[in-house]
T-cell receptor, first 115, second 110 residues
């Protein structure tokens, strides 16, 4: 049983297109996250939602828009894709206790390649 | 501005020996530290954590040591096993801030 699943696993698309990545967790967690792992392998948090409410919104271009229809789902929509958006995007979930010190469960990543 | 640094990109250790992975941080506001392990084509998996009020936390073969004055933590794996070969990420947390290091590739040779 996959705990955090994200789709698609691979996404190859042209510059300027709009794409979405979906994420679902079945762990009963109340908080979900999106991370970007760039070419230098740093994992950087982009967004976090707690019970469908945005709690973290790091400095990310507004072409990136997260959407949380319920606490088990957090989708990421990216408009007008650029070459620099090529990266691996990870979804994660955890319980929230007022901070980010709870262990997070990660999906296996979506490798986005912009041509 | 790298607030969390893992200065060794890779480490190679013989099976059965101790593996020591290091992590340094610059922000004294960080009060909780976590280690994650990552295999290729998979997401990171939580390994062990430590609060800043402690200097050691142990879980089976894994022990994390924290030296607050030096802003340094280390993960000890003993004995190392071939299945421990992976990328290890250190992460530091302060309230709603979480910063990961770039990772250290550990190779355990049999």
């Amino acid at each position: 049983d996959t705990a955090v699943s994200q789709t698609p696993k691979y996404l190859v698309t042209q510059m300027g297109n709009d794409k979405s990545i979906k994420c679902e967790q079945n762990l009963g967690h109340d908080t979900m996250y999106w991370y970007k792992q760039d070419s230098k392998k740093f994992l950087k948090i982009m967004f976090s939602y707690n019970n469908k409410e945005l709690i973290i919104n790091e400095t990310v271009p507004n072409r990136f828009s997260p959407k949380s229809p319920d606490k088990a789902h957090l989708n990421l929509h990216i408009n007008s894709l650029e070459l620099g958006d090529s990266a691996v995007y990870f979804c994660a979930s955890s319980q929230y206790n007022g901070g980010l010190n709870q262990p997070q469960h990660f999906g296996d990543g979506t490798r986005l390649s912009i041509l | 501005d790298q607030q969390v640094k893992q200065n060794s990109p890779s480490l190679s250790v013989q099976e059965g020996r101790i593996s020591i992975l290091n992590c340094d941080y610059t922000n004294s506001m960080f009060d909780y530290f976590l280690w994650y392990k990552k295999y290729p084509a998979e997401g990171p998996t939580f390994l062990i954590s430590i609060s800043s009020i402690k200097d050691k936390n142990e879980d089976g073969r894994f022990t994390v040591f924290l030296n607050k004055s030096a802003k340094h933590l280390s993960l000890h794996i003993v004995p190392s096993q071939p299945g421990d070969s992976a990328v290890y990420f250190c992460a530091a947390s302060a309230r709603n801030k979480l910063v990961f290091g770039a990772g250290t590739i550990l190779r355990v040779k049999s």
